[in-house]
């Protein structure tokens, strides 16, 4: 039971990997969410968060969650546009910086300006990695990695779930 508990959370607190998920479980999201469907204001208390987000998008934007590798609706997302902070609208990713890193969550090699992300050191999990969030209202976004593509050799491992998507028009 031990070994299992352990072997999870290593998967857990690795983030991305290659492997495909194991549940065939469909998930239902509402797409292409703009700017004005996100509520431009960023709340000031825990309770204005609350009333604001969805259960699951406050356990991972405020609390620091992740959701399960292949269940988020931007992983396979390919349409031109922009990616936003779910919490704020602020722009975080183009389309053009958008790879497939065969990894579960969406992923990108460059945020659209140094500005609009901050990297915060996360020793979570007794793992040393780079916390990504939204520099505008603090919301946890996910994870920068080394191990990206050129011209930045970053993977930003990001969750559908902190993201809101602008169709390029």
């Not at 031109?80 to 958008?98: A, R």
């Not at 793992?127 to 191990?147: I, K, P």
């Amino acid at each position: 039971m031990k070994a299992l508990l352990i072997g999870t959370i290593i998967l857990f607190a690795i983030g991305c990997t290659n492997s495909k998920p194991t549940h065939n479980e469909e998930i239902t999201h509402k797409m292409d969410n703009t700017k004005e469907e996100l509520n431009d204001s960023v709340p000031t208390t825990e309770a204005g968060w609350k009333a604001k987000l969805s259960p699951e998008e406050y356990r991972i934007l405020r609390e620091k969650g992740t959701e399960r590798a292949g269940t988020g609706q931007y992983d396979k997302h390919w349409d031109s546009g922009v990616y936003v902070c779910k919490g704020c609208g602020n722009e975080l990713f183009t389309s053009n910086t958008k790879f497939d890193a065969h990894c579960g969550w969406p992923s990108f090699y460059q945020g659209i300006d140094k500005s609009k992300i901050k990297e915060v050191l996360d020793t979570s999990f007794g793992m040393s990695r780079t916390e990504v969030q939204c520099a505008n209202c603090g919301g946890h976004l996910g994870h920068v990695f080394n191990d990206g593509p050129e011209p930045t050799g970053l993977r930003y491992c990001i969750n559908s779930v902190s993201l809101g998507f602008e169709k390029k028009k």
